[in-house]
């Protein structure tokens, strides 16, 4: 069993590695020596379509690091995520804590989710997967993992109370 982690990774807390460990994955393009930017090159040589695709990270970052996820929890969040992506959003992440989804999008497109028609929309969407609360973090699109308190939005602000 192999995994896609590079170099890069190795200088952030991926909640996926210890698992990816445990379960006795090896990590080729890291054990390469492959950073990010080096598996693009590579890509672009072969002439794949995904060297300029945006990445993705493993839906575990959604989750607050440590927390047991179920299956049908990794599939909610993706379902949500695939709503999101459905109204054109390039930039965003379905946060899970419990029965309340956070959504993070970058600060230009928060307006568009608040337009009454758009936000019904979303509301009534995000409800059916089974979330009771759905919530909008006015601090922007954070790429990474979930992290505590404190965490710095976007603009350099303070992240909301719950992270």
């Not at 590079?6 to 890291?30: F, I, S």
């Not at 909008?136 to 954070?142: E, F, K, R, S, T």
Request: one cysteine or more; glycine letters at 12%.
């Amino acid at each position: 069993m192999v995994h896609g982690e590079q170099t890069d990774d190795l200088l952030e807390d991926r909640p996926g590695r210890k698992a990816a460990q445990e379960a006795g994955a090896r990590a080729p393009l890291a054990e390469a020596g492959l950073s990010k930017a080096d598996v693009r090159a590579l890509a672009r040589k072969l002439g794949l379509s995904v060297a300029e695709a945006p990445p993705l990270a493993c839906l575990a970052t959604r989750f607050p690091v440590g927390a047991h996820i179920t299956a049908e929890e990794l599939a909610r969040v993706q379902a949500a995520e695939d709503v999101l992506a459905g109204m054109g959003l390039s930039n965003y992440r379905a946060r899970w804590h419990g029965d309340l989804v956070r959504i993070e999008v970058p600060p230009d497109d928060i307006f568009r989710l608040v337009e009454p028609d758009t936000r019904r929309y979303l509301v009534a969407r995000l409800s059916a997967l089974g979330f009771r609360y759905v919530t909008l973090d006015l601090a922007g699109y954070h790429a990474g993992p979930m992290v505590g308190a404190g965490r710095q939005g976007p603009e350099g602000s303070a992240g909301g109370a719950e992270r």
